[in-house]
Nanobody, 122 residues
Framework: QVQLVESGGGLVQAGDSLRLSCAAS????????MGWFRQAPGKERELVAG????????YYADSAKGRFTIARDNAKNTVYLQMGSLKPDDTAVYYC???????????????WGQGTQVTVSS
């Protein structure tokens, strides 16, 4: 089992950058595929980016390609989401999640953090 705690959210202006962090408890962090999701008001939760256990492969939603970078440090039990060129449409609660295998399906993720709010003003 793993517990996840996100941090780094906040209020920024359009065009700014922000880095989210997700710290995991336990010694098994490196066994999990990690994903960053987001949920805007009135919208479904969507996968933004994912990363394999050793960080060798990544996935990005079209909305994130070229602007966001996912990375992990297994020695620190932490996964990051570096976000650049932020837009008001990026405003959402951002969640990190852990899955036993690579997947883009939300319901396949077994563990979730509590979320961190990102608000981008125009």
């Amino acid at each position: 089992q793993v517990q996840l705690v996100e941090s780094g959210g906040g209020l920024v202006q359009a065009g700014d950058s922000l880095r989210l962090s997700c710290a995991a408890s336990g010694r098994t962090f490196s066994r999990y595929y990690m994903g960053w999701f987001r949920q805007a008001p009135g919208k479904e939760r969507e996968l933004v980016a994912g990363i394999t256990r050793n960080g060798g492969m990544t996935y990005y939603a079209d909305s994130a390609k070229g602007r966001f970078t996912i990375a992990r440090d297994n020695a620190k039990n932490t996964v990051y989401l570096q976000m650049g060129s932020l837009k008001p449409d990026d405003t959402a609660v951002y969640y990190c999640a852990a899955s036993f295998g690579p997947t883009t399906i939300m319901h396949d993720y077994n563990y979730w953090g509590q979320g961190t709010q990102v608000t981008v003003s125009s």
